[in-house]
Nanobody, 117 residues
Framework: QVQLVESGGGLVQAGGSLRLSCAAS????????MGWYRQAPGKQRELVAT???????NYADSVKGRFSISRDNAKNTVYLQMNSLKPEDTAVYYC???????????WGQGTQVTVSS
């Protein structure tokens, strides 16, 4: 099992920046990829960005050029730097960790990001 704890959400004006953090604990040696997803009210959860153990990254088109995902393996932490935030980025952001060997995904509790216009 993997436990994930997110932090860094909050309220920011449009054009501002936030950095989200996700600290992993438990069976972290088996994690292949980590990522950020978000869910706005009345909408389905969607992928924001992912990063593999080899640091290969993938981004949703809507955040390319504005968001950056990174990981610090020594701290077992993944980050999401969000710049040029827009009101449509408002959502609960969830951290996820995938373990290919066990074919499972663990989720954090989520952190609210609100962007005011």
């Amino acid at each position: 099992q993997v436990q994930l704890v997110e932090s860094g959400g909050g309220l920011v004006q449009a054009g501002g920046s936030l950095r989200l953090s996700c600290a992993a604990s438990g069976s972290i040696f088996s994690i292949n990829a980590m990522g950020w997803y978000r869910q706005a009210p009345g909408k389905q959860r969607e992928l924001v960005a992912t990063i593999t153990s080899g640091r290969r990254t993938n981004y949703a088109d809507s955040v390319k050029g504005r968001f950056s995902i990174s990981r610090d393996n020594a701290k077992n932490t993944v980050y999401l730097q969000m710049n040029s935030l827009k009101p449509e980025d408002t959502a609960v952001y969830y951290c996820a960790a995938d373990r290919a060997f066990y074919s499972d995904r663990s989720w954090g509790q989520g952190t609210q990001v609100t962007v005011s216009s």
